[in-house]
């Protein structure tokens, strides 16, 4: 399944071909270096899902993905048991993570979950240790744990930006934090800002410095070209060996009868492209579709020519001419023979801009194929520089710059991204082009060193990058997708491996019963919590014992049901494709909060059973019981992870039939 | 009771002339010439034909919002004598004589009007002062966007009217809870707050914001009364229950009893009954119930059906087939069964009759008694006027390749056997022994040999190429992931058949289906799926040309062209006043700087400000800031076109905050007597200013008096407005 998407990146890092992923790079570094040490040795193809490993090594990345999925419960007990001071709630967080058939399969595979739910504890756990340092702070041990807290927030951060809502979790524990201090009158301001700046350094300085080394390294690691090249601009691409804009050498100035691409120089912009189809009725004309468009590709060439004449340019008796600032032209596709054309019609998406079409049959067209171009801070009758100069085109009849929205278009646009003319004189990235590739058999080629970016260029582009992509995975028309709801429910699984009733089959499910469980558990521990506050609040005097169970509630299960929401609900203002696997980290959050609950809810009740011996003894079997039906559960739903073979549970024959308790689960 | 033979029956009355003077020149500048221009404006063109519909009675489905604020424009039209007979189709056609333009804006004129003297009653409520009260007025007054929104048949001016009484009334209602708990004008602005907030969620969609902004208000409030400990246990628990009714249930049952009064008035069947289920269909007056009225109930073996897809999407359509075959090559090469094809049809026609067969009987007739189809049987479709059975087999379907080919059977003899059997189950069933009855069970059809789930592909471009009369593709979907709506299938027309000869059958199938029973749906019922329709139909969102993004709005760098004298240079613009809208930023941002340092400062026990002045800050902040927060920055996350009007509620609120940080600036800023005068003095320049600003742009607000070509080239201060300038 996914291994296919994450185990080919580990193979492009131990190849060093760049590549483009709207995920930050940490996670598969991570796995590319495990592959490395583990002796792979990145031929694997990784094409589709189901294809035999045959002889590769495979197991190292593998087994570095389950190693750190199952630090997973060693963390989340001493998270629980650092919150509630108990042990039967840590240890029935630990046996709930244990047995969970979800989190098994989760971590057995090569996926980035595992790396990303990994440091995402340990970020917890470090927080809530270095919060029970607090009496000591500015020790050794309050230093390493804060310190830890940062490293952690980086590497959640580094592998999936999800690891944003964890640190969410803890900057707003630290601003808890910081004002309890605050309202702490023996301080004086000056140790208070000893405190500001010590969080500031480990908290804030400490994982943008470790996130920005994590891109250096990306970035030097990765020295070839490889298939992300297109997305990005043409400076960025420069850096790659093998890419065709590293040590380049072409004609530097720009002439008539050049073949050229441009590239839009927002980030992530397209290369100018055209191709056979029409824009479709009820669009503005019905003329050759003008795109922008991310990939490389013979469309994106286009010939330019005089304005005026329609003399053949490439007959090589003819004196070179070079084209200046200020000049008109004409701009016809290579393939299509069309010329670049906008008129006033409204454009497909953005409504206040004119479209731009190609028109024309062999470029002859009209005058609203003409164009002005313009460099930027140039004056005229300067000649045009490749790569370097900033291009503007202005449409000449209407006034009107070319430019990309950067909107995708719909499916008869082939998803590629909107090309506009836009009335309005802004100065954005959108309205200018470079020229990237450049052929003219006439002019002699000259070895150009492109200006190369700075680190904090790349950087921010490749953000640009990731960002447009993540928005980018939207969901098709009536494409069936998982929907927030039906995580915590337990609503519907995911396939992992094998659908034919012969294969090896893998669905990602979580334990039912423990799903529901936690569903449960977390009404209890709303109610708890609820009266809990009230009581407190009317002031009614509570025992010791009972004032230290409140507190537990409260501040401990505060901070962890806030990280269930903080994990649980963006999701469902996401407009991109979401799937079951991204519950896991609020599926953490939910498990410790059952420990904790369950723990002060048969505290409460023993409390109430006022000899001590039936009290231990309530404790106790509650506990027990609860256990034992996480053990059965998990006897039950094992096959689930471990994989089974056979037929369909839909069909009745099947062992798994029985287990079968939503019709929507379908191993 | 004869007490006024004692005493005499004195009434006393308090007028307070500023609130009377506001609400006069309110009522001044929103209805002034109202019925100019006589034609439609911008958004008018929409809300109007909702207002035509309601008129005739026509039902429709607007997925704009809830039908309250419909509803008030009709009362408009209604009022007015309108009969609803105008083609509402373009911005800036004439009116014609018949539409009571005057009446028709005049609810939201009036809204707009009503929103100054509660503007200035929300701030005396706050405790400020009388002349920061009136300073919020006037500037409501003075907004030029504000006028311009409230003087057109649109619903914004009513949202900010209800969102403002709503406020209104529960600071009334926090007032008098100090010293007269349960007492009646305690009850009666209590109340009050409940419903306008219904009201304002009834409009749009928007108000719920406010709503929501209320009651976590009104609870915050009622947390400080839980630590009160003068409170019993027993008064809480009333103070619960009653805050509970009036903020939770009543609001509830207004919203229900505005559907109700939108279902009732609206019974006849129009334009968007499509999206409706069958059932919904039948239940108003022409349309499918003319068809339907009287069917039988229960499918029987042998009874004549058309099967509607339940998913509706992109258009409605109904299980079909021709004499037509599957070209044994499409156009990319890939083989086809070459049998009869079956397709999805969004018209209704001859060919869309089904005859339900049992497998183990010949006859195509209903027997006597009928035997009911129930949950689990497994039936043959046969295809009435081809008599071919419907059948599916492993062979890729034309345009999704993944899925089965459906067919109706062709025998070439050739090792290909019909596989015609179809378990039906029903998706709504009760128990698992219920009849297949029509119109309401929804029914996937389960291939017996494959498991293939019959499936309409319902997605955009599923249209066969000409071959298939670019009819909708219909497929055997072999990995059902659970539910989805295009598998499932409904019976609309029905009739038990009688017919033994195919040439009689032919002519039965052609005559109009006419019995007698009649199904109506519970009020309930029909709300949940009107509510349901509403809040998941989506339009396609295109971008309009005037729309905005979020961000502009806070510095008004976009506006609205909403109307444009076909001849002359008169136009109307939504276009805000400058002034205001800047110093409503900076108000809003001084609030919150100064309300942090304040802050900071009191956790380290230093007040700068007396204990009461900090209350009167914090609340007057909590209603006017997060009034702004709420109705503003929901709109980051929304994903639909967005215009600057949806802006208005958070300015409004914006505003209100002018004047609290101005006399906070005053009152303790300003230590000595000579800062007060110069800050007096300030204040009189930039309220003249703001006057000013209104005078310049009130051409463009009122569409009079029409400007040069050079007047309206002065009045683009910003480039990116786009204020329209006829070519010489």
């Known amino acids: 399944w996914d291994e296919t998407h994450f185990g080919k990146m580990g193979s492009y890092y131990v190849n060093r071909t760049f590549f483009f992923d709207v995920h930050p790079p940490l996670g598969k570094m991570l796995i590319g270096l495990a592959g490395y040490l583990s002796g792979y040795d990145g031929t694997f193809p990784f094409q589709k899902p189901g294809d035999r490993y045959e002889q590769h090594n495979y197991v190292g990345m593998r087994g570095f993905c389950a190693f750190l999925g199952s630090c997973l419960v060693p963390f989340a007990y001493l998270t629980v048991l650092e919150l509630s001071k108990s042990l039967p709630a840590a240890l029935l967080t630990a046996f709930i993570l244990i047995f969970d058939t979800g989190c098994i399969t989760l971590s057995q595979y090569i996926l980035l979950d595992p790396i990303l739910m990994f440091f995402l504890m340990g970020a917890v756990l470090s927080m809530v240790k270095c919060n029970s340092c607090a009496n000591s702070p500015f020790s050794a041990s309050w230093w390493f744990w804060l310190s830890l807290t940062g490293v952690?927030?980086?590497?959640?951060?580094?592998?999936?930006?999800?690891?944003?809502?964890?640190?969410?979790?803890?900057?707003?524990?630290?601003?808890?934090?910081?004002?309890?201090?605050?309202?702490?009158?023996?301080?004086?301001?000056v140790v208070f800002g000893k405190h500001l700046l010590a969080r500031v350094l480990c908290?804030?300085?400490?994982?943008?410095?470790?996130?920005?080394?994590?891109f250096a390294v990306h970035f030097t690691v990765l020295n070839k070209s490889g298939p992300g090249d297109g997305f990005f601009s043409s400076a960025f691409q420069a850096r790659l060996i093998g890419n065709n804009l590293h040590n380049v050498s072409i004609p530097e100035h720009l002439a008539y009868g050049s073949v050229v691409t441009m590239k839009n120089l927002q980030m992530a912009g397209g290369y100018l492209h055209s191709h056979w189809h029409l824009y479709p009725e009820g669009v503005g004309a019905r003329q050759q579709q003008v795109t922008a468009y991310l990939h490389k590709d013979l469309n994106n060439l286009w010939i330019i020519k005089k304005h005026d004449s329609d003399t053949d340019l490439s007959d090589p008796s003819r004196p070179v001419e070079f084209v200046r600032h200020g000049d008109i032209i004409r701009l016809e596709h290579k393939e299509t023979s069309r010329n670049l054309h906008s008129h006033q019609h409204e454009a497909p998406l953005t409504r206040k801009h004119f479209q731009v079409t190609g028109y024309g049959i062999n470029g002859t067209g009209d005058s609203n194929d003409f164009w002005r171009i313009e460099v930027v801070g140039r004056k005229a009758g300067k000649l045009i520089k490749v790569l370097r100069s900033q291009v503007r085109l202005t449409h000449v009849a209407t006034g009107c710059i070319l430019g990309s929205s950067g909107k995708t278009l719909p499916k008869w646009g082939w998803e590629q991204v909107e090309v506009t003319c836009t009335p309005y004189l802004k100065e954005t990235p959108n309205s200018l082009w470079n020229f990237e590739d450049h052929i003219n058999p006439k002019l002699p080629n000259i070895s150009l060193d492109v200006l190369k970016p700075s680190f904090a260029e790349i950087l921010l582009e490749s953000h640009m990058v990731m960002i447009r992509g993540n928005s980018g995975l939207k969901p098709k028309d009536n494409e069936v997708t998982s929907k927030p709801w039906h995580w915590p429910i337990n609503y519907q699984g995911l396939r992992f491996s094998?659908?034919?009733?012969?294969?090896?089959?893998?669905?990602?499910?979580?334990?039912?019963?423990?799903?529901?469980?936690?569903?449960?558990?977390?009404?209890?521990?709303?109610?708890?919590?609820?009266?809990?506050?009230?009581?407190?609040?009317?002031?009614?005097?509570?025992?010791?014992?009972l004032k230290e169970l409140s507190r537990v509630v409260l501040r401990g299960g505060g901070q962890i049901m806030l990280g269930w929401l903080l994990h649980y609900l963006p999701f469902f203002m996401m407009g991109r494709v979401l799937y079951f696997h991204h519950y896991f980290p609020a599926m953490l959050f939910s498990s410790m909060l059952t420990g904790i609950t369950w723990d002060t809810l048969l505290k409460f009740c023993a409390g109430f059973l006022s000899p001590s011996t039936t009290a231990r003894k309530v404790y106790g079997g509650g506990f027990l019981a609860l256990v034992l039906l996480i053990l059965y559960s998990f006897y039950l739903f094992h096959p689930l992870s471990y994989g089974m073979i056979g037929p369909m549970a839909s069909d009745p024959s099947s062992p798994m039939a029985g287990l079968r308790w939503m019709d929507s689960w379908e191993f | 009771m004869l007490g006024f033979l004692k005493n005499p029956v004195v009434v006393t009355v308090e007028i307070n002339m500023n609130l009377v003077a506001l609400t006069v020149m309110g009522l001044i500048s929103r209805l002034w010439g109202l019925s100019y221009p006589r034609a439609v404006v911008f958004d008018e063109v929409y809300y109007g034909q909702f207002v035509s519909l309601y008129m005739k009675r026509i039902f429709f489905v607007d997925d704009s919002g809830p039908p309250f604020g419909h509803m008030l424009l009709a009362l408009g039209g209604y009022l007015g004598g309108f009969d609803g007979n105008f083609l509402w189709n373009r911005i800036g056609a004439e009116y014609s004589m018949n539409v009571p333009v005057w009446s028709l804006r005049l609810?939201?004129?009036?809204?707009?009007?009503?929103?100054?003297?509660?503007?200035?009653?929300?701030l005396v409520e706050l405790q400020f002062s009388h002349c920061a009260a009136l300073g919020a007025a006037l500037l409501i007054l003075l907004e030029n966007s504000l006028i311009t929104q409230s003087r057109f048949m649109l619903l914004e001016s009513i949202l900010i009217f209800f969102i403002l009484l709503a406020v209104l009334s529960y600071l009334k209602f926090y007032n008098s809870q100090r010293h007269s708990s349960f007492s009646g004008s305690w009850w009666f602005w209590l109340l009050l707050t409940g419903v306008a907030c219904s009201c304002a969620v009834g409009v749009k969609y928007m108000g719920l914001f406010t709503y929501m902004l209320l009651l976590a208000i009104a609870g915050l409030h009622f947390w400080h009364m839980i630590g009160d400990q003068n409170f019993s246990?027993?008064?809480?628990?009333?103070?619960?229950?009653?805050?509970?009714?009036?903020?939770?249930?009543?609001?509830?049952?207004?919203?229900?009893?505005?559907?109700?009064?939108h279902l009732t008035l609206l019974y006849r069947s129009g334009p968007h009954d499509q999206i409706m289920t069958s059932a919904f269909q039948a239940s108003l007056e022409g349309g499918l119930a003319r068809i339907t009225q009287g069917q039988p109930l229960e499918v029987a073996y042998g009874s004549q059906i058309t099967l509607r897809n339940v998913l509706g999407k992109p258009v409605q359509c109904w299980l079909h087939s021709h004499m037509n075959t599957y070209p044994i090559r499409y156009e990319n090469g890939r083989g086809s069964s070459h049998q009869q094809q079956v397709t999805c049809y969004p018209f209704k026609d001859v060919n869309n009759w089904w005859i339900v067969k049992?497998?183990?009987?010949?006859?195509?007739?209903?027997?006597?008694?009928?035997?009911?189809?129930?949950?689990?049987?497994?039936?043959?479709?046969?295809?009435?006027?081809?008599?071919r059975y419907l059948n599916t087999h492993d062979v890729a379907a034309p345009l999704s390749p993944h899925s089965q080919e459906v067919s109706c059977y062709i025998d070439y003899n050739i090792s290909m056997p019909a596989q015609n059997l179809w378990r039906v189950e029903i998706v709504n069933r009760q128990s698992d022994t219920d009849v297949w009855k029509t119109i309401l069970s929804e029914v996937r059809f389960v291939h017996v040999n494959t498991s293939a789930v019959l499936k309409a592909s319902g997605f955009i471009g599923a249209s066969l190429p000409e071959w298939g009369y670019r009819q909708l593709e219909v497929v055997g979907e072999k990995l059902s992931k659970g539910y989805h709506q295009s598998t499932v299938w409904n019976v609309e027309?029905?009739?038990?058949?009688?017919?033994?000869?195919?040439?009689?059958?032919?002519?039965?199938?052609?005559?109009?289906?006419?019995?007698?029973?009649?199904?109506?749906?519970?009020?309930?019922?029909?709300?949940?799926?009107?509510?349901?329709?509403?809040?998941?139909?989506?339009n396609e969102d295109t971008e309009h040309k005037y729309s905005s993004s979020a961000l502009d709005w806070i510095t008004m760098d976009t506006n609205i062209a909403y109307w444009l004298h076909p001849t002359?240079?008169?136009?109307?613009?939504?276009?805000?006043?400058?002034?205001?809208?800047?110093?409503?930023?900076?108000?809003?941002?001084?609030?919150?700087?100064?309300?942090?340092?304040?802050?900071?400062?009191?956790?380290?026990k230093i007040y700068d400000i007396p204990e009461d002045a900090w209350q009167l800050w914090v609340s007057a902040g909590g209603i006017c800031v997060g009034g702004w927060a709420v109705n503003y920055l929901p709109f980051f996350l929304m994903e639909k076109t967005l215009f600057l009007y949806h802006y208005l509620p958070a300015l409004t609120f914006q505003i209100l905050l002018i004047p609290i940080v101005l006399q906070h600036l005053g009152n303790h800023l300003c230590r000595s007597l000579l800062l007060k005068s110069m800050f007096s003095a300030l204040i009189v320049a930039w309220f003249s200013s703001v006057y000013l600003v209104y005078c310049t742009f009130s051409p463009l607000t009122y569409g009079e008096p029409s400007l040069s070509v050079t007047e309206l080239k002065d009045l683009r201060w910003k480039d990116s407005w786009n204020i329209l300038i006829r070519k010489q």
Not at chain 2, 233 to 261: D, Q
Not at chain 2, 580 to 599: D, I, K, M, P, R
Request: net charge positive.
């Open chain 2, 233 to 261: 246990n027993v008064s809480l628990v009333c103070h619960f229950l009653a805050r509970g009714l009036a903020l939770v249930i009543i609001p509830m049952a207004v919203y229900l009893s505005f559907f109700y009064v």
């Open chain 2, 493 to 538: 027309e029905h009739r038990y058949g009688k017919s033994q000869e195919q040439k009689e059958r032919e002519v039965e199938l052609h005559s109009p289906t006419q019995m007698d029973i009649s199904k109506n749906l519970s009020f309930m019922a029909k709300f949940t799926e009107l509510q349901w329709k509403i809040l998941t139909l989506k």
């Open chain 1, 498 to 545: 094998g659908v034919n009733e012969t294969d090896y089959r893998v669905y990602l499910l979580g334990n039912p019963v423990i799903w529901w469980l936690n569903l449960v558990t977390m009404g209890l521990y709303l109610l708890v919590a609820v009266s809990t506050a009230v009581t407190l609040k009317r002031g009614v005097q509570l025992t010791s014992e």
């Open chain 2, 358 to 387: 049992d497998p183990g009987m010949q006859q195509l007739v209903v027997s006597n008694p009928p035997r009911p189809v129930k949950h689990g049987h497994i039936v043959q479709l046969v295809h009435g006027i081809t008599t």
């Open chain 1, 203 to 214: 908290l804030i300085l400490l994982p943008l410095a470790l996130y920005t080394a994590m």
């Open chain 2, 107 to 122: 609810l939201p004129a009036l809204a707009g009007a009503l929103c100054v003297p509660l503007a200035y009653q929300i």
């Open chain 2, 568 to 604: 002359s240079g008169a136009q109307i613009h939504l276009l805000g006043n400058v002034v205001t809208w800047g110093s409503a930023n900076v108000a809003a941002l001084v609030y919150t700087c100064l309300s942090l340092w304040y802050l900071i400062r009191r956790r380290r």
């Open chain 1, 152 to 189: 952690n927030l980086a590497g959640a951060m580094g592998v999936k930006f999800v690891g944003l809502f964890v640190v969410l979790l803890v900057g707003l524990n630290t601003i808890y934090d910081l004002w309890d201090l605050l309202g702490n009158l023996s301080l004086s301001l």
